[in-house]
């Protein structure tokens, strides 16, 4: 089994905000990422798909296919965007890192065609999450 990673970099501000606490808990919560305003990160997405390369071309993917595939499903929606508005599949998604990174796979999960293995995003240098599916262990 190969597994190949397409590691991709985007720019966007978002909000940490719950409907379901008070402003209080929210501040208490997720402090200055509360911000009304927003804040912003450099994020890095790494989409991970794994299967045997291709007899005739040695490849799992062709990363040509790979880049077009997140570029069209992610990258292209949310690159320089507010995430908490301007992206419609966002708008009720606290888009905390972790939360991201499952909307990310169900976005690629059925353009990778059952090859997507992993995804993962940085939203800084110390912090990041990955996901690989509600079926997967």
């Known amino acids: 089994m190969v597994y190949l990673t397409r590691r991709v970099t985007f720019s966007a501000s978002h909000r940490l905000w719950s409907n379901h606490l008070s402003e209080e ?33 040695g490849m799992v993917l062709n990363l040509t296919d790979m880049k077009r595939i997140v570029n069209e499903q992610v990258i292209d929606l949310v690159d ?17 890192t972790e939360m991201l990174v499952i909307k990310f796979w169900e ?13 993962t995003l940085h939203e800084t240098e110390n912090n990041q999450a990955s996901y690989r599916g509600s079926t997967c262990a």
């Open 80 to 96: 320089h965007k507010h995430l908490n508005y301007d992206v419609p599949w966002l708008e009720e998604v606290i888009p905390t």
């Open 25 to 57: 808990e929210n501040y208490i919560v997720y402090d200055k990422c509360a911000n009304p305003n927003g804040h912003g990160h450099n994020y890095i997405l790494e989409v991970t798909v794994r299967g045997e390369p291709d007899r005739k071309t």
């Open 107 to 119: 976005r690629l999960e059925p353009a990778f065609a059952g090859l997507l293995y992993d995804v």
